[in-house]
């Protein structure tokens, strides 16, 4: 079961993005401050201090600014990405503080993976990515066309890199969204064949070892569809069954989270999925969690410790699961 651990108290404008994790007992969750207020948005990240979550001192921005992503090789090597003033908006934690970091620029960045301190990739919703590899930062074409776009990414190895989004084919009444898969040798991204999906779009990825990656993907209202590939082929994994209506939101390694909902109400309760081999299973949260509302839900596992977050009329929650 997931039990839930201390959060420090957040405004209701609060939207969290993403989690991290690195090793068995840290972890860190983005999100971004003032959404949808009159005063400018402002980044957000939470640390797991071994014994509750804080709330991290992070740099003055002299603009309102969001984070979307967040990664980490080690306790002290964590970087946030989102945007700020029409640029990416690029943080690191050295372990003692975070700074702001000067990258070129691209279209609004989405995601973030930390392979090692000197292979770092940062994703966005136009067709150029940046890469960190140690030294300087570089702008990198991941993209064939200008109509694609990336928004997720992930990384078993640093010569392993993939990365999803979609593009956009036709025009006006005629358009539709296609799904696109890119790969990082190391030496150049390049466009490779996924899964037989002809429209929508890759909403999330993430790999456990280079011959174990899963894959989300969204197709107009159907919601998210996962996919596994194995080294060799790809297979598609049948969909988890709860009550009601559910709707998955995204896909780790072995899990699936998402919000459910019954055929008498509209309320939207969050749902967490653990892949057994070959069929997935409801893993209990508390039940005043169970029966509530819920919206920015996500997770981040490494394995043994499974960390979840969401968000209700209450507040923020995060909640942690461990194999033990």
Avoid: C
């Avoid at 959060?7 to 690195?22: H, K, Q, R």
């Avoid at 997720?152 to 799904?179: F, K, Q, R």
């Avoid at 150049?188 to 790999?207: F, K, N, Q």
């Avoid at 998210?224 to 988890?240: A, C, E, I, K």
Wanted: glycine share 10%.
């Amino acid at each position: 079961m997931f039990r839930p651990v201390p959060v420090p108290v957040l405004p209701p404008s609060t939207a969290l993005a993403d989690l991290a994790t690195a090793g068995e007992h840290h972890a860190w969750l983005a999100g971004t401050t003032g959404v949808f207020t009159s005063r400018p948005s402002a980044p957000l990240v939470l640390s797991w201090t071994g014994e509750t979550w804080r709330e991290e001192r992070l740099p003055d921005l002299p603009a309102a600014a969001s984070l979307s992503g967040v990664a980490a090789t080690a306790p002290d090597d964590v970087w946030a990405v989102g945007n700020s003033a029409g640029r990416p908006l690029v943080l690191h934690f050295d372990g003692t503080a975070w700074h702001t970091v000067h990258t070129p620029a691209i279209t609004w960045a989405k995601a973030v993976v930390a392979v090692t301190r000197d292979e770092v990739h940062v994703v966005g919703t136009g067709r150029d990515a940046l890469h960190f590899d140690g030294a300087a930062w570089h702008q990198r074409t991941a993209l064939s066309s200008a109509r694609e776009g990336l928004l997720t990414i992930t990384a078993p190895a640093p010569h392993d890199v993939w990365a999803g989004g979609g593009g956009l084919a036709g025009a006006g009444a005629a358009s539709y969204e296609y799904p696109v898969l890119t790969h990082w040798d190391g030496d150049t991204w390049t466009d490779v064949a996924g899964p037989r999906l002809e429209r929508g779009h890759i909403a999330r990825l993430a790999a456990a070892a280079p011959d174990d990656l899963w894959l989300g993907h969204v197709r107009d209202t159907e919601g998210l569809r996962v996919h596994r590939w194995d080294g060799n082929t790809w297979t598609s994994v049948p969909s988890p069954d709860d009550v009601g209506r559910l709707s998955v939101h995204g896909v780790a390694a072995g899990w699936t989270w998402g919000v459910r909902a019954t055929r008498t109400s509209f309320e939207a309760r969050p749902a967490f999925h653990r892949w057994t081999g070959d069929t997935w299973t409801a893993v209990p949260l508390p039940d005043a969690l169970a029966r509530t509302s819920a919206s920015h839900v996500g997770l981040a596992t490494t394995g043994a410790t499974t960390w979840a977050y969401l968000k209700t009329a209450a507040g923020v929650h995060v909640l942690r699961h461990t194999d033990s």
